[in-house]
């Protein structure tokens, strides 16, 4: 009787430990999981900052270009009607 309360008792230890071990062993991953997607979410961040500057660069150009061609255009208009 006495072997198999101890039997019990045992095995209730083992689980229990094994039990700690998995917590232990799912919080890590947990971390290291949220670790990841941080430094992946930072990254586009920093690739979307880049992204927005090479935009904003493109647009004055473009906008720039397009204000000479409607100057020049706007001269040879009022030269021809004149």
């Known amino acids: 009787m006495i072997e198999i309360i101890a039997a019990i008792a045992g095995a209730s ?3 229990a430990a ?3 071990g998995g917590m232990t ?3 890590a ?6 670790i990841k997607l941080t430094a992946a979410v930072e ?13 904003k660069a493109t647009s004055h150009e473009t906008f720039s ?3 000479e061609v409607e ?3 706007a001269k040879l208009e009022a030269t021809r009607i004149s």
């Open 65 to 67: 270009r397009l204000n």
């Open 13 to 15: 230890v083992s689980i």
């Open 43 to 55: 990254h586009v961040a920093s690739r979307l900052e880049t992204l927005h500057v090479d935009v």
């Open 25 to 27: 062993r799912r919080g």
């Open 18 to 20: 094994m039990g700690v």
């Open 29 to 34: 991953e947990d971390r290291m999981a949220v």
């Open 71 to 73: 100057q020049r255009l």
